[in-house]
């Protein structure tokens, strides 16, 4: 079994960047989003003031200034920053916003863009995240709590894994932590399925 | 009997499984089929939507799909689970590109989407599908004096448009109500328990919890109930974490709406899973449960 076989999105599907500008990029990468352009932004704040994670001061620039940041063409200090890896994606900015931005898809357009482009600030742990979690339902169809419990551990370190290693445990001796992953049962057609969507390469 | 197909979805079958058991247990009683959705795959969280968020929709619309092709409506239990398959729906319904393209994928596994079936959070079908009266008329212990918190989190309110639903939502607090318990009032029944944060970013997440539990504990909340399991777990299975993090001092039960309305309905604490929590339910609910069947049903 090749078990660094690649799964992740390959680099074709990244845009030939540089020559549109950032707006423009960041733009297209809201593609499910049906809320107004981010160029209709007033700059008011209401975002940043209902955010819980950046009123609790986590986030190194708030959705108003990332938003701002963006139509400034800061392409770099976007990417770098921790904002929407904080994201909790709850939406209460997209439906508080007086102008009709969908803050919230914006948040997961900018992680996709920097997922594609590896270009994810260090030391975030919602990418690996991210993409175990994705690989580990592209081999079964179901997620399973243990393996995102050990990619946590594995790059939180050992005080916060004790405590971890706490939690879980109480759980399994309450009996709600499964002992085997499961699987879905057509699982060759799932797996054709996403291939016709995004073209993994060889599986193991 | 009206009947649903059933996406318990992946946290409901361990680490939730008080949810599905109870889940399963009043919605019998309440007369309402759910059906398992066979082979149902991940909704893929929020994870997902960080990677690709076509594949994203592909996910849900297989799910989706799949209850389509039994005539049935999607019911999710879980907030997250909810939200993702209400918003494929949504966009899938009004660009045609995309489901065309999305139907091309489905194809691999003889399956198609035309976007007749619907998606319904559990809690939904309880307060509108079989309606507070008719809780109500089923109730035979009534929790009387039982203070609730409603905890409303964000995701099952965000998919709907109108204002005065996603901003003053009653509904939970009007079904505690119809099972006899009190409804607490407090500030953040509707703000985010910091979902999968609780993994990424765990001290942010840590300090929202708190602001939660402490906010909900201040109104005199003797027990918080939930609509979803990862908001469950955040405020039930951290709280440990929280009071040696921030010297508190929080120990509050965390249960699921099917565990209360369960218990209103007659049925054993056992058969609702209740006893597999981290933080004890039975001291909370004892004095309820044991008070005399004064006149029930009026
Ligand atoms: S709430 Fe809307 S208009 Fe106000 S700063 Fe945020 S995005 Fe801009
Ligand atoms: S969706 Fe993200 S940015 Fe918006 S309020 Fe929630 S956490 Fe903050
Ligand atoms: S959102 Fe959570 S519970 Fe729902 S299917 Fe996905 S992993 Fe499972
Ligand atoms: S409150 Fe938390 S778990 Fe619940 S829906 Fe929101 S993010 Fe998810």
Known sequence: MNATAETSVTATTAPPEDRIPFVEEIKNLLYASKGNPISTCIQCGTCSATCPVASGGFMDNSPRRIIAMIRSGFKEQVLKSNTFWYCASCYQCTVRCPRGIDIAELMYGLKRFTVWRTEHQEGLIGPTFSETFVKMIMRTGRSYEPVLATTYLFTYGLPEMILEAQTATSLMLKGRLPLLPARIKRLENFKRMIRHIIPIGDKE | ?298
């Open chain 2, 1 to 298: 009997m009206k009947k649903y197909a059933y996406f318990p979805g992946c946290s409901l079958e361990k680490m939730a499984h008080s949810y599905h058991m109870s889940a399963l247990e009043t919605t019998r009683a309440l007369g309402i089929e759910l059906k398992e959705l066979e082979d149902w795959n991940c909704c893929g969280a929020t994870a997902y939507f960080h990677v690709d968020e076509l594949l994203a929709f592909t996910l849900c619309a297989r799910n989706l799909a799949m209850a389509e092709k039994e005539k049935l409506d999607l019911v999710a239990p879980c907030s997250g689970c909810y939200k993702n398959m209400f918003f494929t729906r949504e966009h899938l319904k009004h660009d045609a590109d995309l489901a065309e393209h999305i139907n091309e994928a489905l194809a691999e596994d003889n399956l198609h989407y035309a976007g007749t079936s619907s998606v319904r959070h559990l809690i939904e079908v309880f307060a509108h599908d079989v309606g507070f009266d008719a809780i109500k008329a089923k109730v035979t212990k009534p929790l009387k004096g039982l203070r609730v918190a409603p905890y409303y989190g964000c995701q099952i309110l965000r998919p709907r448009k109108a204002k005065e639903d996603v901003e003053q939502p009653r509904f939970f607090e009007d079904l505690i109500s119809a099972i006899g318990a009190e409804p607490v009032d407090y500030l953040l029944r509707l703000s985010c328990c910091s979902g999968a944060l609780i993994i990424t970013n765990r001290r942010a997440a840590l300090s929202m919890v708190r602001n939660l539990l402490e906010c909900a504990v201040r109104s005199k909340a003797a027990i918080i109930a939930t609509a979803c399991p990862l908001c469950q777990v955040n405020l039930e299975c951290y709280q440990k974490q929280v009071n040696r993090e921030f010297g508190t001092d929080l120990n509050v039960p965390v249960v699921y709406f099917t565990q209360l309305v369960g218990l209103a309905l007659g049925i054993p604490p056992k058969r609702l899973g209740i006893g597999s929590e981290l933080v004890a339910v039975m001291p909370a609910i004892r004095e309820v449960l044991e008070a005399e069947p004064a006149v029930a049903n009026t």
